[in-house]
């Protein structure tokens, strides 16, 4: 499992908001704490926190396409500056025991393969593995990925290399694995609001989950979030998920739209067990099934911890 990625300027300057990221449960392992950034020394601080806060590696983000982290000579801006992309590899390799990887586009303009001159310096700057999303930046997620370009990577370093983009399936996911040679796959938007769909894609078996797995697993989603971000962040927060998780013909669109209207997440709980009254037993037994244990916190003011 990977973050989302976290700033290093955040966590350099102690915004509170940041260092919440690096709150890392007991259940969360093995986990990967993915750092985006544009200065060597910041981005090794950040990485010292992340090997303290007990994650198993740390990997740095080259692919960010979005404007406001671009500009900051972060993200997918580091497919153009190798120099300064190596220089952070060696830094943050420098600071921690974990491995280091990165993950990256294929470059910055349509039909760039910078991702093809720039992986084997990353890989002798200290980048134990590389992820490629064989898109460009300029693409964001339209398009396909190309990934003719991750099986040119795979020939070129002797790292392991994840493919991602656009598996949604174990067909899809063996077909990817075979042509590129890759080690493995990692799956992002196919699993949104569809967790079922890593079990899929692993052994093959397409078993859709039930109506009250479904608000189940809802429900304990709604939960975490409003514990993790307070229920004010947590309303706004969720409401994407109502579509991912009830889409797909699994829920008729005017509850999903129903679901939308309501601020308060109590009730959105109450109306999603109404709609699959079977769900309560299962939430009570997936929630005696999370594993307890000591959660890593580092010495940070406690409000850090109250996502509110
Ligand atoms: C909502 C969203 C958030 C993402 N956040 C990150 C991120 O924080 N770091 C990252 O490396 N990639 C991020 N990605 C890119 C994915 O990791 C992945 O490379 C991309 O979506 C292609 O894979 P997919 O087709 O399986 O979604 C994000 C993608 C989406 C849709």
Redesign the pocket.
């Known amino acids: 499992m ?4 976290v700033s290093c300027a955040g966590i350099e300057h102690g915004n509170e908001r940041t260092l919440g990221y690096l709150r890392v449960a007991a259940d969360e392992h093995p986990l990967a704490i ?1 750092l ?1 950034g544009s200065e060597p020394k910041a981005m090794a601080n950040a990485a010292r926190m992340v090997e303290a806060v007990g994650a198993d590696l740390v ?1 740095l ?1 080259f ?2 396409p979005v404007k406001k982290v671009t500009r900051t000579g972060a993200g997918a801006h580091l497919l153009e500056d190798g120099d300064l992309a190596c220089r952070l590899v060696s830094a943050v390799a420098a600071a921690v025991d974990l491995p280091v990887t990165v ?1 990256l ?1 294929r470059g910055v303009h349509n039909g760039s393969t910078a991702c093809l001159e720039l992986g084997p310096r990353l890989v002798d700057a200290g980048a134990a593995s590389l ?1 490629l ?1 064989p ?1 460009s930046a300029e693409q964001m ?1 339209t398009g396909t ?1 190309d990934h003719e370009l991750t099986a040119e990577l795979v020939a070129l370093v002797d790292v392991p290399v994840v493919a ?5 399936s174990f067909a899809r996911a063996q077909d990817v694995l075979a042509s590129t040679g890759a080690a493995a796959v ?7 609001g569809n967790p079922w769909a890593l079990q899929e894609i692993v052994d093959g078996e397409a078993v859709g989950p039930s109506r009250e797995e479904v608000v189940a697993e809802l429900v304990l989603f709604v939960r975490e979030a409003v514990r993790e971000l307070g229920e004010r962040r947590a309303s706004g927060f969720l409401k994407k998920f109502y579509g991912w998780y009830l889409g797909g013909g699994r829920f008729p669109k005017p509850f999903k739209q129903e679901l939308l209207q309501l601020d308060a997440t109590e009730e959105v709980e109450r109306r999603l067990l109404a709609a699959a009254p079977g769900a309560v037993e299962l939430v009570e037994r997936l929630e005696a099934e999370v594993p307890t244990g000591d959660e890593v916190t580092l010495e940070l003011p406690i409000s850090v911890y109250g996502g509110g």
């Open positions: 990977c973050s989302e990625m993915q985006f990997d983000n692919g960010c993950k586009r992820t999303h898109r997620y990925a991602s983009g656009d598996v949604t990692m799956v992002g938007r196919g699993a949104q």
